[in-house]
């Protein structure tokens, strides 16, 4: 992550740059869309219930944030080359990839930068993202998310190309969990993540009185009490080496993330749209470059071995 909210603004804005609108003009065609901005979380989501154990496809999500990132990002970008990429008819299997790879550039860009104001402590994460989403939809969209329920936009079934996919990413890059996975936990984990934005959504503050708090690190509220988009420009601690500071805000690292994502998804359409057979290989490569095989948490290269594990938690400040 980055939450919900967030990644579909994104998303959205991405292709507004780009002069693209016309892709989700279409209410279906934007709720796809919506639901390939939230990227390989949707996983994390499988099976959220307390009582129940943790899944294949959860240590799946976690895994994928961290291992051969590029390389699914290019297996899925693969499994949609030939759909339509029309603005007017695009293809929704070939719109879930793009915001796909959008989400990725977000996270790689803001992650370092929530881990190391969050923290470690359990549900800290979650809390600072939803304040990001809270302070970020007011500024940008103009509504309160404690009052509009995310859910309604992104509730739609997967396509049935793009569960082939995610099938054929786990048997590629994750062999061992792929075996404990099946066709149908797939569409089960993306309605788990419904349930939970449902459950979530609570405007009249009822289920956080019924629930004596416990579902507090997830809901909206109104007032945000910390600066956490660093608007102060604070000093922060790079989450994988602690010797290194930082001193960006949030919305310099949303701008960087921006000019990023627009480059990149300005290259990868014309790659998914490009009709001559020899210049194909050279606008993958192109693509390909500029995705990378970066870390979703650290924004690192893959096959850095540097774990996020240092923090400076803007509660404690």
Same mark, same amino acid.
């Given at each position: 992550?980055?939450?919900?909210?967030?990644?579909?603004?994104?998303?959205?804005?991405?292709?507004?740059?780009?002069?693209?609108?016309?892709?989700?003009?279409?209410?279906?065609?934007?709720?796809?869309?919506?639901?390939?901005?939230?990227?390989?979380?949707?996983?994390?989501?499988?099976?959220?219930?307390?009582?129940?154990?943790?899944?294949?496809?959860?240590?799946?999500?976690?895994?994928?944030?961290?291992?051969?990132?590029?390389?699914?990002?290019?297996?899925?970008?693969?499994?949609?080359?030939?759909?339509?990429?029309?603005?007017?008819?695009?293809?929704?299997?070939?719109?879930?990839?793009?915001?796909?790879?959008?989400?990725?550039?977000?996270?790689?860009?803001?992650?370092?930068?929530?881990?190391?104001?969050?923290?470690?402590?359990?549900?800290?994460?979650?809390?600072?993202?939803?304040?990001?989403?809270?302070?970020?939809?007011?500024?940008?969209?103009?509504?309160?998310?404690?009052?509009?329920?995310?859910?309604?936009?992104?509730?739609?079934?997967?396509?049935?190309?793009?569960?082939?996919?995610?099938?054929?990413?786990?048997?590629?890059?994750?062999?061992?969990?792929?075996?404990?996975?099946?066709?149908?936990?797939?569409?089960?984990?993306?309605?788990?993540?419904?349930?939970?934005?449902?459950?979530?959504?609570?405007?009249?503050?009822?289920?956080?009185?019924?629930?004596?708090?416990?579902?507090?690190?997830?809901?909206?509220?109104?007032?945000?009490?910390?600066?956490?988009?660093? !608007?102060?420009?604070?000093?922060?601690?790079?989450?994988?080496?602690?010797?290194?500071?930082?001193?960006?805000?949030?919305?310099?690292?949303?701008?960087?993330?921006?000019?990023?994502?627009?480059?990149?998804?300005?290259?990868?359409?014309?790659?998914?749209?490009?009709?001559?057979?020899?210049?194909?290989?050279?606008?993958?490569?192109?693509?390909?470059?500029?995705?990378?095989?970066?870390?979703?948490?650290?924004?690192?290269?893959?096959?850095?071995?540097?774990?996020?594990?240092?923090? !400076?938690?803007?509660?404690?400040?």
């Amino acid at each position: 992550m980055p939450n919900a909210w967030t990644h579909i603004i994104f998303g959205q804005l991405v292709l507004s740059k780009l002069g693209e609108n016309r892709m989700i003009a279409a209410a279906e065609q934007k709720i796809i869309f919506n639901m390939g901005s939230q990227g390989p979380d949707f996983l994390l989501f499988n099976r959220f219930y307390p009582w129940q154990k943790n899944s294949a496809l959860k240590e799946l999500g976690n895994v994928m944030h961290n291992k051969n990132c590029g390389l699914a990002i290019m297996e899925m970008l693969d499994g949609v080359k030939g759909r339509s990429a029309d603005p007017d008819t695009a293809d929704q299997s070939l719109l879930y990839a793009v915001a796909f790879v959008i989400h990725h550039v977000l996270d790689r860009h803001m992650h370092p930068f929530v881990y190391s104001r969050s923290g470690f402590l359990k549900w800290d994460h979650q809390r600072y993202e939803i304040m990001m989403d809270t302070i970020l939809a007011r500024k940008l969209a103009n509504f309160e998310t404690i009052s509009t329920p995310v859910w309604r936009e992104i509730t739609g079934e997967l396509p049935e190309p793009i569960i082939a996919i995610y099938e054929r990413i786990a048997r590629n890059y994750y062999e061992e969990l792929a075996l404990n996975i099946q066709r149908k936990d797939w569409i089960l984990s993306f309605r788990y993540m419904l349930r939970a934005h449902k459950l979530f959504h609570d405007p009249t503050g009822l289920k956080r009185l019924f629930t004596f708090g416990l579902l507090e690190p997830f809901l909206y509220h109104r007032k945000v009490n910390y600066d956490v988009w660093n !608007e102060c420009m604070l000093p922060w601690i790079d989450p994988t080496d602690n010797q290194i500071v930082h001193h960006e805000s949030g919305w310099m690292l949303w701008e960087r993330a921006l000019g990023d994502a627009v480059t990149i998804t300005r290259t990868v359409l014309q790659w998914l749209r490009c009709p001559d057979e020899e210049e194909l290989p050279e606008l993958r490569n192109a693509a390909l470059s500029l995705i990378g095989n970066y870390s979703y948490e650290s924004g690192l290269p893959c096959d850095s071995g540097l774990p996020i594990r240092y923090s !400076e938690p803007i509660w404690l400040q």
